[in-house]
């Protein structure tokens, strides 16, 4: 299974972006799909992560900015990033677990500045 995440750049703050992650390969069934991100000098932190089912779970940080979607028929992940802040910059990875194992995508870069 290989992950492709797209979306990110530089935006300033109060901007929003969104990132897509597309999953291709031996797919059957995709259990979660989750956003992650890594800020410099920083442990990789859960963005958000949603279920098969829609069910959603977003990290304290994002909570009311950010919204993760996912098309289940095309396999892909979104996140929608409103009002973003200087924080918010990192490294954005997509991930997901496939019949019970785990895959990462690589990651894209989202930049806020002032």
């Known amino acids: 299974v290989q992950l492709q995440a797209s979306g990110g750049g530089s935006v300033q703050a109060g901007g929003s972006l969104r990132l897509s992650c597309a999953a291709s390969?031996?797919?059957?069934?995709?259990?979660?799909m989750s956003w992650h991100r890594q800020a410099p000098g920083k442990q990789r932190e859960l963005v958000a992560r949603?279920?098969?089912?829609?069910?959603?779970k977003y990290g304290d940080s994002v909570k009311g900015r950010f919204t993760i979607s996912r098309d289940n028929a095309k396999n892909t992940m979104y996140l929608q990033m409103n009002s973003l802040k200087l924080e918010d910059t990192a490294v954005y990875y997509c991930?997901?677990?496939?019949?019970?194992?785990?895959?990462w995508g690589q990651g894209t870069q989202v930049t806020v500045s002032s």
């Open positions: 991930a997901l677990s496939e019949r019970g194992v785990g895959y």
């Open positions: 390969g031996d797919i059957v069934i995709i259990n979660y």
């Open positions: 949603i279920s098969s089912g829609g069910e959603t």
